[in-house]
């Protein structure tokens, strides 16, 4: 089955999935361009997005995640929510142990969220990279498809169940342009999936040694978003540390901006959940959103 055709049912099957894919069709959009130390402006697109304020606002401390049920285990999903496995989508992928789900909180017309069978917290890194490599696999046999994964720390709001998400590539302008980046990134291009997962165990280690991101000391991998792309037999990857999860003026009220960045909102388009905010989002504001949450591009050179 084809993700086009499992996108079908799936909203056919789903009034309250397919009301907000259908809602995406009328969110306002307002273009900026950010100053950046390199003098050419970062353009990024605000996209006012009410409904996800589920995600933006979520509750990420250990506390909350432990006193509400996990909403990508299976038994606690929406009713019509179904799931596609890999080995459907291709059957080079049967023995990966994931599920592909339609996103019913979108940010654009294809949204899925991919995540792992079993409950297991969201750690790329682990024995070697491994998931990293279900990553490159999935995202081969994704045609179109920009795959990213939100660390625990840097805008997942599932931190606590493995997973990653789905988009059109095209809708992450990071991915397209990476040179664009006001921020501390690092890119690699390669047909070698093996030569991807080594370069990406050497940026963790890089990232594990840095002073500037003491705050995600104990806390078991670097924080960073991953974003990824296969087109015409070749991977790209751009991995974004990140110093911390939220910047100071998070919040609601006087000053405050309800901004969480994550992948999607460092690739260029910044989803904003609250009409006030998006009136008074300025360049100066994503400026401090980037400087608090991201590390200058002149940190280190990169790998």
């Known amino acids: 089955m084809t993700l086009a055709e499992f996108y079908k049912i799936q909203l056919e099957r789903w009034p309250m999935a397919a009301a907000n894919f259908s809602a995406l069709q009328g969110v306002a959009l307002r273009g900026m361009d950010v100053p950046a130390a390199s003098g050419t402006p970062w353009h990024v697109t605000l996209q006012h997005n009410p409904a996800r304020v589920r995600s933006t606002a979520a509750k990420v401390d250990a506390a909350s995640i432990e ?3 996990c909403f990508l285990c299976a038994k606690n999903r929406y009713a019509e929510q179904l799931s596609l496995a890999p080995g459907d989508l291709s059957a080079e992928l049967a023995d990966l142990e994931y599920e592909l789900l339609l996103n019913p909180f979108p940010i654009f017309p294809m949204h899925f969220t ?3 069978k079993e409950h297991v917290p969201q750690i790329i890194t682990a024995e070697g990279c491994k998931r990293f490599g279900h990553m490159l696999r999935l995202a081969a046999a994704m045609a179109g498809m920009g795959l990213f994964y939100n660390g625990a720390h840097c805008g997942a709001s599932a931190p606590d169940h493995f997973h990653f998400q789905a988009v059109e590539a095209d809708r992450l302008p990071l991915l397209e342009n ?17 030569e991807m997962t080594a370069w990406l165990s050497s940026v963790v280690a890089k990232l594990s040694d840095m002073k500037e991101l003491q705050d995600a000391a104990g806390e078991p991998e670097p924080r960073m978003n991953i974003l990824c792309r296969y087109d015409s037999g070749r991977w790209r990857t751009v991995v974004i540390p990140r110093r911390r999860h939220r910047p100071d003026f998070y919040g609601e009220g006087e000053g405050k901006f309800m901004l969480s960045p994550a992948s999607v909102d460092l690739a260029g388009v910044i989803v904003v959940p609250s009409p006030d905010d998006f009136a008074r989002i300025t360049p100066e504001v994503v400026s401090d959103l980037v400087a608090q949450t991201c590390l200058p591009p002149d940190t280190l050179t990169s790998l």
């Open 178 to 194: 990476p040179g664009s980046a006001p921020f501390l990134i690092f890119v690699h291009e390669s047909d070698d999936s093996d």
């Open 114 to 116: 991919i995540p792992a």
């Open 67 to 69: 006193a509400r049920p």
